[in-house]
């Protein structure tokens, strides 16, 4: 697979992962309760995990 | 040396260190808060937690306010930032004035302005919309459970935008042409000079801005919400630090008020820590 490619691939995935974990947020924040909260959470722990993974060829 | 510390440390101590402490130590007694009598009780009141319906759901809507207004913020600034520094527009200047003002206003004038906006009857945004036949789209903004805390976080962003655009285009300005003037001539195009060319480059002060902006977006949401909805309708806008407020103060439950503050410290920062640790990285010289 060409660099380009996969560079734009990634960029999509990464993309569509925080749009997702967003959606998810204000899904989920309809509905009370813990394990609710708790998706919330992840959502919230897999917005940074993409950053991080964004992040880790730059440290 | 230490007697030149000491004024700094004395006052750091009474009004942080000895605050802080108290909180914790206060989360583990029922307190009204004006009485005399204080009853040590243990874990009793984070166990109280658990059962709390209306905690449970101050907790999600400071994580929603958190997640949504800071992506918006952040995305909005930088893009803003961006537009601003490399498109050379007139108005730049007055744009950036304009975009400012929010952040020089009080939040109480913010929210008295978007109560205003938001008015049922004559405010700025039904009439908006009644003006382009949008009638459908009328909203109770500030009293429809569904929407009010969009509302609340809708004022969040255009009190903070402004700032963190001028923030970055400060950061952006120092970038030295010829790195863009050499990167265009090998056929980068303007996205590709944005991520890979300026957002290392600003890097620091983002990661800085982006560990800042958590812990003052958990503030900024509770004095909106006292100032815009008192936690209203029937809790719907309620966050973390206005349902400990209500606790303490309102309530006179300072003790539990105090559990809850241990919750929302744990959680600040925690979520700073780990927003540190993923944005971590080499400074980058130029």
């Known amino acids: ?59 | 040396m230490l007697a030149c510390l000491l004024p700094a440390l004395v006052l750091f101590a009474v009004f942080m260190v000895y605050p802080t402490v108290n909180v914790f130590r206060m989360s583990l007694y029922t307190w009204s808060g004006f009485s005399p009598d204080m009853k040590f009780v243990g874990l009793d009141n984070f166990r109280h937690l658990v059962d709390d319906d209306q905690f449970v759901r101050a907790f999600q809507n400071t994580v929603t306010l958190l997640v949504v207004v800071t992506v918006v913020t952040m995305g909005m600034g930088l893009f803003l930032a961006a537009i601003m520094t490399r498109q050379k527009l007139r108005s730049r200047n007055f744009l950036r004035f304009v975009l400012y003002i929010p952040n020089v206003l009080s939040v109480v004038v913010i929210a008295a302005v978007f109560s205003a906006i938001y008015d049922q009857n004559n405010g700025l945004l039904n009439s908006m919309l009644r003006l382009v036949s949008l009638d459908s789209w009328q909203q109770v903004w500030l009293g429809d459970q569904k929407v009010v805390l969009y509302s609340v976080g809708i004022a969040m962003v255009w009190q903070s935008l402004g700032y963190y655009m001028v923030l970055y285009m400060s950061s952006m300005s120092s970038i030295p042409e010829e790195l863009y003037e050499a990167s265009g001539l090998d056929g980068a195009s303007a996205s590709r000079q944005f991520f890979s060319l300026t957002m290392p480059l600003i890097w620091q002060n983002l990661r800085t801005s982006l560990t800042f902006f958590i812990m003052s977006a958990v503030n900024l949401s509770f004095v909106l919400v006292r100032a815009m909805t008192g936690g209203g309708p029937d809790s719907s806008s309620e966050v973390l630090l206005s349902y400990m407020y209500k606790q303490a103060y309102t309530n006179s439950s300072y003790g539990y008020g105090m559990a809850i503050g241990v919750v929302i410290f744990a959680f600040s920062f925690l979520v700073s820590l780990l927003m540190s640790r993923a944005t971590k990285r080499e400074p980058l010289q130029f």
């Open chain 1, 1 to 59: 697979m060409k660099d380009s490619t996969r560079t734009a691939l990634l960029v999509g995935v990464r993309t569509l992962v925080a749009a997702a974990c967003v959606a998810l947020v204000v899904v989920e924040r309809r509905t009370i309760g813990w394990g609710h909260l708790g998706i919330m959470l992840l959502a919230l722990a897999g917005l940074m995990a993409l950053l991080a993974s964004y992040n880790r060829r730059y440290q």
